[in-house]
């Protein structure tokens, strides 16, 4: 099990009080050596922009066929994606799922780009979570005794944003197809 690690600030505490912020840094850096992952609960991403994209994500699975079929597409140079079966031509077992992605990082995508039953919530979720990867590798860094922005200043932050948002879906009983 992922060590917790509770940010728990309201954009002042953490940023303004060293002593909560010393705490979190000593939390991180125990789990990173001891485990090599923790999870972040008690972040800054407000419940109502979790709960807005799950509904945004349900919605674009609740599409007519022919709405969702216009963003399928195995192309990873797409910065959104539409697919089934990931895994289709590379394991035997077939993965009976329905997978988006958009990716926003190195070049996110212009907002006619994704699709309206969830646009403006992918913009405002990706928002909130660059912001918490941001205070993520400031904690980080200086968990490692380095200065807060060094890991920011290295590049760290630029490229290989991605999300991923899954439909299972029922696998089909054989005796019935």
């Known amino acids: 099990m992922a060590p917790n690690v509770a940010i728990e600030h309201d954009s002042y505490s953490l940023h303004a009080e060293a002593a909560s912020r010393e705490g979190v840094v000593k939390k991180i850096k125990h789990a990173a050596e001891k485990r090599g992952f923790f999870q972040v609960i008690n972040h800054d991403v407000p419940l109502s922009v979790l709960e807005e994209i799950k509904d945004g994500v349900r919605r674009f699975y609740e599409e007519d066929l022919e709405v969702k079929k216009s963003y ?96 299972i879906i029922t696998r089909p009983v054989h005796s019935l197809t």
Request: include cysteine; proline fraction near 7%.
């Open 72 to 167: 399928f597409s195995r192309e990873l140079s797409k910065r959104f994606l539409y697919y089934s079966n990931f895994n289709l031509y590379s394991s035997p077992p077939i993965n009976w799922r329905d997978n988006f992605a958009f990716y926003m990082d190195p070049n996110p995508p212009k907002p006619e780009e994704l699709p309206e039953a969830c646009r403006n919530e992918v913009l405002e979720y990706s928002k909130h979570v660059m912001s918490l990867g941001g205070l993520l590798f400031e904690l980080l860094s200086e968990a490692l005794g380095l200065s807060s922005e060094i890991l920011k200043s290295m590049g760290c932050m630029k490229g290989g944003r991605t999300c991923l948002c899954s439909a």
